[in-house]
T-cell receptor, first 112, second 118 residues
Framework: GNSVTQMEGPVTLSEEAFLTINCTYT??????LFWYVQYPGEGLQLLLK?????DKGSNKGFEATYRKETTSFHLEKGSVQVSDSAVYFC???????????FGSGTRLQVQP | GAVVSQHPSRVICKSGTSVKIECRSL??????MFWYRQFPKKSLMLMAT?????????EQGVEKDKFLINHASLTLSTLTVTSAHPEDSSFYIC??????????????FGPGTRLTVL
């Protein structure tokens, strides 16, 4: 099927720490992969995307590389800020469908 | 560009009443819109796919008579929760696809509507 698994949170980091949030997907079809971010009280916003193997999506210092060999799309940032505190969702397109399948979300808390 | 709005942002209603939630694409045409439901500290669960000018496609386990979806134009889809009960309380989120950017299957999300049924 089409599923996405991401690490459970919350992830608590100090400001300027390195961030990794793991995400793996089921290897059905040729999905596009996304990371969405949801800040407190707001809707989901697209953070970055990758549409084919070896593509690297990047935005606001965040990066994720589409790894077909490991079916992964891990989110990384070299130096987090307090303002990065939010819930991060990994998502993929569903094979043969237009809807997105989301991971369970990972809450990031960055402390000053 | 690619802004999606929802109205209302939050609504409180009595059990047994119906509530309508609107989802609008403000600066693009959306042939397809999606309705999701998000439970506290949980992921988004797809409820249905709304196609302009045709019937919505519901996910397994979603009651189509309870969650009525209408997609009458390329910029508006509505979700009506009929005879709402406290267990329908949730955060409802819509998204829309911009048919001009179809190749990436990217969806643009509304800010969500928090429904509380007393």
């Amino acid at each position: 099927g089409n599923s996405v698994t991401q690490m459970e949170g919350p992830v608590t980091l100090s400001e300027e720490a390195f961030l990794t949030i793991n995400c793996t997907y089921t290897a059905t079809g040729y999905p596009s992969l996304f990371w969405y971010v949801q800040y407190p009280g707001e809707g989901l916003q697209l953070l970055l995307k990758a549409t084919k193997a070896d593509d690297k999506g990047s935005n606001k210092g965040f990066e994720a590389t589409y790894r077909k060999e490991t079916t992964s799309f891990h989110l990384e940032k070299g130096s987090v800020q307090v303002s990065d505190s939010a819930v991060y969702f990994c998502a993929r397109t569903a094979t043969g469908r237009r809807a997105l399948t989301f991971g369970s979300g990972t809450r990031l808390q960055v402390q000053p | 560009g690619a802004v999606v709005s929802q109205h209302p942002s939050r609504v409180i209603c009595k059990s047994g009443t119906s509530v309508k939630i609107e989802c609008r694409s403000l600066d693009f045409q959306a042939t397809t819109m999606f309705w999701y439901r998000q439970f506290p500290k949980k992921s988004l669960m797809l409820m249905a796919t709304s196609n302009e000018g045709s019937k919505a496609t519901y996910e397994q386990g979603v009651e189509k008579d309870k969650f009525l979806i209408n997609h009458a134009s390329l910029t508006l889809s509505t979700l009506t929760v009929t005879s709402a009960h406290p267990e329908d309380s949730s955060f409802y989120i819509c998204s829309a696809r911009d048919q001009r950017r179809d190749s990436y299957n990217e969806q643009f999300f509304g800010p969500g509507t928090r429904l509380t049924v007393l």
